[in-house]
């Protein structure tokens, strides 16, 4: 197998809202947050989506991201990401997901069956908004050596 660069994408969450419960093991938060950003690359285009983590007690978020890219060149592409934010480092914690993709244009319909994975990070300025980066990578099937 290898990896293929897809797309980079960049970014925040403008609207956002949380409930924190406490129980045995601890505090257990649900988070639900309003994307709005932008992919270059590949797939090219302005991304909006929702984001609905569970915040789990070591800290680290379990992303369950749903949403849509709409390409500069006038599609929609669908989006499904799963993963970990995990709580460190401090200030650029680090992102590691897996990418599904929907598309009923021919351009993009191959990745329909592709499964995609991604490296980022959490980028929380002194100042300013936080942005969230992710490199998402097509990851391509080939014959295992004998």
Known sequence: MRLEP???VRFAYPED???EVA????????HFYIAEGRCEGVIAGRLRGANHPQ???DHAYVPDFQGVIETD???????????YGRAYPLGRRQ???SVMHLADDERYRRLNDVICVGTGEVRAPDRGATE????????????IAE
């Open 17 to 19: 809202w949380a409930v």
């Open 55 to 57: 915040r789990r007690t």
């Open 23 to 30: 129980g045995e093991g601890g505090i257990q938060e649900q």
């Open 73 to 83: 060149d006038g599609t929609t592409v669908f989006f499904d990401m799963h993963g």
């Open 132 to 143: 969230l980066v992710i490199d998402v990578a097509e990851l391509i099937w080939e014959p």
């Open 6 to 8: 897809l797309y980079r």
């Open 95 to 97: 992102i590691v997901v």
